[in-house]
């Protein structure tokens, strides 16, 4: 959000340019806006509005070019505008299509990269009210204001429109309290994407065929005064979005106020890019958990088959979009699996392969996502197809035995996944497909049987003891045709059974038929749910506490769509869903298949498998998982369905952080592209993430393949810097991009020379940035160069200035500024183990401390391997750390460094030696005192993060430090930046939700 002035007036007053009091530095390179007219006027104002005797290199021309970017265009009745990640039209009522896209890497020498283009989400108002009378009134009218924005007048209230890096801003303003009594009401209507969940950060909307789309966050209403409060944004049945601002809020508001959420792009569900994975994904089952869903399903993404899950929340979240992984993936996986909660626990089963024989196995898993079997259980040796129903004490299990006449067996199972039949039940001797429901007090099992010589459907009652209620099977249906595919519910007085009946042994239409079944096992007439010409197949069915809910594959349209028809207790179909049924899938070219469903007390759950051609173009078929939520009046609640089958495809690591006073920059390695990337986001010091989608950095640069980033702000600006290698090239070297604090920038080259350049790191300071590198360029060994960079981003030292070019390697340089010069320190193994050195570089480039062939301070000589040194400074001195390896193990040792290179303590002084590895530090300086953070394994196990305080003397104050970061996943790679009584912690750990390698970041007060 910008300012009340920006927000309320949007006026001619405020003028779009900035006048600099010296020569602007290099503008950052910005696309210019097509379209002409209004671009054009807006930059013409700008500079007219400068005071003649302005010289024209004090424009800030980037500013300009900017507002020019962002800025609406009429175009006849339309106004258009954007951004790289979107586009926005505005139609002549107000109604707004913003449509996501995506740009492929920019590779040199290549052409222009392909820009993908999802579907559009369309935003209307479609009212604003307070105490139910409308208050927006009249023909909208848009116009461009002076910066660039849209404004839409709607009687009293005016609807404002922003572009920005992030997306379009959207606020109403109220020049005036609104009339009448009650709560203020806006509610914007959402189409043409699918919903796809809420976060914390707002509501989500996407497009499944792409992944694409669009956050709309959260509300904030903002008085005259500047007094902010949190407005939240519900979704209203239908999907309508209601922000609604309480009566007390408004009677204690001062005028003019705006109520002004954000709308931000997205890719997937907020920072983790989201694919559907390869392969195909299929036989999906769910269960509902009383808070959340688990669907599981069958997922080929690895060398075996493994079962994957993820659980949904009622509102349709997914919460795990990388997927948990149920079973090993050595584990040789035959059939689909299937799914149900017995409290507290769900237990999964599938058919795999136990020795040379196939098994129905299983594993439990918990309602928060954790796989409690590494191992999983045999449940039934010799079978496969599995099904599954809980009695409220033990689950029974039931499966089919694979061969041509089949049998089904049943065992019952633990809550604790132990097996409590071996041998199994026999159910019957013959028969497959089976399915399983529990009530009335015992199990209804059914099962395709051929005993009759073509396919009817039979069942047979188990008890909660594991014994046959009628030994010679229940007939359920049986006639002329063929009856197979049988699914079965139960509504707390009876089973509803649901199959497929063909007509005739290949006729050329199937259609779903039912019978109701007691619980002593009489099974009522036929019910027909869905006949028609051409097949029906696969169905599936819950009861939602009023009425059944079955749903099932249909080819009746000429294309396969996902149907569902509700059956009262008393086996009547619903009149509006009766032959035809509700589409709940209906994707072009798709082939909804094989859908399972739960409900959750309010809405059913509908999953299936579906060939979109999400994860390849056409004419591939793979299958992905799909749900929609189904309500209890046949509302779908997802068309387009939600994407369950996906992994994260960009995985993070080797962050770094530093700050400009007011926000954070994290930044770190991104595999989004076809080669790593640079990829950063703002923090604000309150942990706000300014940049959810990140801001692509490498882009900035040439470099293929870039890793290992840093950066370092010098009052204006940050310099990122990075390693990677150029097109057609084997050897690695050094650039970087200065990035203003909007996250615009430029590229810089910094050093390209022979041999590899790597592991960068940069520091600001006698008015230039400083980057220091290991670097090859003299053969056999690593030496220590750098080169200053100035504030407009020319390299002072093309050449590079040796630091340290000893023998032996001189690796992992890191590098501050004192009050006159630089102080870099490195490992450094010229005696043969690796000690610590340190040496200091003027403001002008020049060495302080002997030649690089020979020069330096021994800051550690200590035995065994000193490596990985971190350094900072304290307004008057510098302290070093690195991982020490004296005793064997990893320890966190340092000590003070003073500005003419005396080193206060020459065999370090210990900050952590406590049990197991204490490597990789990383300092900062918080305005009292020194913050070290590590990583540690004194736990065993994964690596946690720890840290200790340090005085400004360097004094230890945590002699057994304190935890900053642990789980049942590695914290690695810590960096720090620190400002006046706090600091940021960035690092990066496996995500198991995600199934990634994700930067994180934790803000500590020291």
Known sequence: MRSMGTDLARSGAWLPLLLLGACAERPAPVEVADGGGDAAAIASAALASSPADAPPQGLDVASIMRRVHFAFRA???????????????????????????????????????????????????????RGGAALAAGEARGRVEGDGSLSIARGAVVEHLHNGDDGVEQSWSFAAPPPGEGDLT???RPTGQGYAGRTEKGHHFVDPATGLGFRYGLATWIDASGARTGVDVQRAPGGDLVLTVPHDVLAASSFPAVLDPTIGPE??????????????????????????????????RTTNAVIMATR??????????????????????????????????????????????????????????????????????????????????????????????????????????????????????????????????????????????????????????????????????????????????????????????????SGPTSDILGRRVTTVGGAGDPITIAAADGHRFSPAVAFGGAHFLVVWSDERSGDQDLRGARVDRDGLVNPNDATAGVVISAFPGGQPDRAALAFDGTNFLVVWDEDRNVNSPPPSSLRDTFAARVSQSMTVLDPLGVLLSTVVTNAQTDAAVAHDGTDYLIVWSDTRGPSKTIVGVRVSRTGAVRDPSGLVLGSLGALSDQARPAAAWNGSRYLVVWEGYASGSASFDVE???????????????SDGPGDQVAPRVAFGGGSFLVVWQDLRGGATYDVFGARVSGAG?????????????????????????????????????????????????????LLDG?????????????????????????????????????????????????????????????????????????????????????????????????????????????????????????RAPALSARSGQALCAFHRLVPSFAAIRARARLITP
Not at 276 to 285: I, L, M, S, V
Not at 451 to 474: F, H, K, M, Q
Request: glycine share 16%; net charge negative; proline share 6%.
């Open 75 to 129: 175009e006849g009745e339309e106004f258009t505008g954007g951004h790289g990640t979107y586009g926005v039209k505005v139609g002549p009522q107000g109604r707004v299509e913003l449509t996501p896209c995506r740009r492929g890497a920019e590779v040199a020498g290549a052409p222009p990269p392909q820009v993908e283009r999802g579907a559009p989400l369309t935003l209307e108002t479609v009212a604003v009210e």
């Open 312 to 505: 949904v929340t009622r509102t349709g979240e997914v919460l795990d979009p990388g997927g948990i992984v149920v079973n090993r993936a050595d584990e040789q996986t035959l059939h689909g699996p299937r799914v149900v909660f017995g409290g507290p626990d769900f237990l999964v089963a599938w058919g795999g392969v136990e020795g040379n024989d196939v098994a129905i196995r299983g594993a439990r898993v918990s309602t928060t996502g954790a796989v409690l079997d590494a191992t999983s259980a045999v449940l039934l040796l010799g079978a496969y197809q599995p099904a599954l129903a809980f009695d409220g004490e033990n689950y029974l299990a039931v499966g089919t035995e694979l061969d041509a006449d089949g049998g089904v067996f049943a065992a019952r199972v633990t809550r604790g996944g132990v097996v409590l039949d071996d041998p199994p039940v026999l159910v019957a001797s013959q028969g497959h497909q089976p399915a399983v429901a529990f009530g009335g007090g015992n199990y209804l099992v059914v099962w395709t049987d051929q005993r009759n010589g073509i396919e009817d459907i039979y069942g047979n009652l188990v008890s909660p003891a594991g014994t046959l209620v009628n030994p010679n099977g229940i007939p359920i249906h049986t006639s002329d045709d063929v009856s197979f595919q049988p699914a079965v519910a139960f509504d707390g007085s009876q089973h509803l059974v649901v199959f497929r009946e063909r007509h005739g042994t």
């Open 736 to 750: 970087g991009a200065l990035v203003a604090p909007d996250g615009t920038g430029a590229g810089v080259t910094i």
């Open 794 to 846: 020319a390299v002072l030292d093309p050449a590079g200035i040796a630091i340290s070019a000893a023998s032996g390697d001189q690796v992992e340089p890191v590098v501050a500024y004192g009050s006159s010069s630089f102080l870099v320190a490195w490992s450094d193994s010229r005696a043969g183990s690796a000690d610590i050195f340190a040496a200091r570089v003027s403001k002008n480039g020049g």
């Open 186 to 188: 806006v509610r914007v």
């Open 267 to 300: 890719l997937g569900l907020d920072a983790p890019i989201l694919a559907a994975p390869p392969g195909n994904q299929f036989a999906a089952d769910v269960a509902f958990d009383g808070s959340n869903f688990l669907v599981v399903w069958l997922d080929p």
């Open 851 to 971: 030649p690089a062939s020979s020069g330096g301070i021994v800051v550690s000589g200590a035995p065994g391997n000193q490596s990985r040194p971190a350094i900072a400074f304290n307004g008057s001195g510098y302290f070093v750390v690195w991982e020490d390896r004296r005793a064997g193990a990893g320890d966190i040792y340092g000590t003070p460094v003073n500005t003419n290179g005396a080193v206060g303590a020459p065999t370090g002084r210990r900050i952590s030696g406590a049990a197991g590895d204490q490597t990789r530090p990383a300092i900062a300086y918080h305005g009292k005192g020194y913050l070290v953070v590590w990583e540690d394994r004194r736990a065993g196990g994964a690596a946690a993060l720890y840290g200790a305080r340090l005085t400004k003397q360097g004094a230890l104050m945590d002699e057994e430090g304190f935890l900053v970061a642990s789980g049942d996943t590695e914290h």
